[in-house]
C-alpha cells in the first residue's frame, strides 16, 4: 500500500522559507512521480511542482518559478519542496501526490494522481 505522508509547514512572514518533506513508501517500483499540490479557501487544487525520479525531471507553476524547488532522496524515499520568498498568496494546505509507479512523467492535473498525502497547512502572513 503507498503512503504518503507531509510534513514542515506552519506560520512563516512574508520573504521567509520553510522546506515540506514528503516520506514515500509502499510504491512497488524504484523510481514514481510525486507531485505537490496546494488547496487554498474557495480555491481549486493547483498543481505547484512534479519530479520524476527516473530521471529527476521537474515541472514548475509559472506562480512558483524562481521560488520553490523540488527534489528527491531516492535512497531514503523523500521528496522535498523547499519555498523561499514566501507570499501571502502561498497560504494554502500543501498536499503531495503519487502517480500510477508505471508512468514515469511529470504532470501538474491532480486528476492523474493516485495516492495522497493528508495535507500540511503554510500560512504566510505577517
Known amino acids: 500500500e503507498v503512503l504518503l505522508v507531509e510534513s514542515g509547514g506552519g506560520l512563516v512572514q512574508p520573504g521567509g522559507s520553510l522546506r515540506l518533506s514528503c516520506s514515500a513508501s509502499g510504491f512497488t517500483f524504484d523510481d514514481y512521480v510525486i507531485g505537490w499540490f496546494r488547496q487554498a479557501p474557495g480555491k481549486e487544487r493547483e498543481g505547484v511542482s512534479c519530479?520524476?525520479?527516473?530521471?529527476?525531471?521537474?515541472l514548475y507553476a509559472d506562480s512558483v518559478k524562481g521560488r520553490f524547488t523540488i527534489s528527491s532522496d531516492k535512497a531514503n524515499k523523500m521528496i522535498y519542496l523547499e519555498m523561499n520568498n514566501l507570499r501571502p498568496e502561498d497560504t494554502a494546505v500543501y498536499y503531495c501526490?503519487?502517480?500510477?509507479?508505471?508512468?514515469?512523467?511529470?504532470?501538474?492535473?491532480?486528476?492523474?494522481?493516485?495516492?495522497w498525502g493528508q495535507g500540511i497547512q503554510v500560512t504566510v502572513s505577517s
Open positions: 519530479i520524476s525520479t527516473d530521471d529527476d525531471s521537474t
Open positions: 501526490a503519487g502517480r500510477d509507479p508505471r508512468l514515469r512523467y511529470c504532470v501538474r492535473q491532480p486528476g492523474l494522481y493516485d495516492y
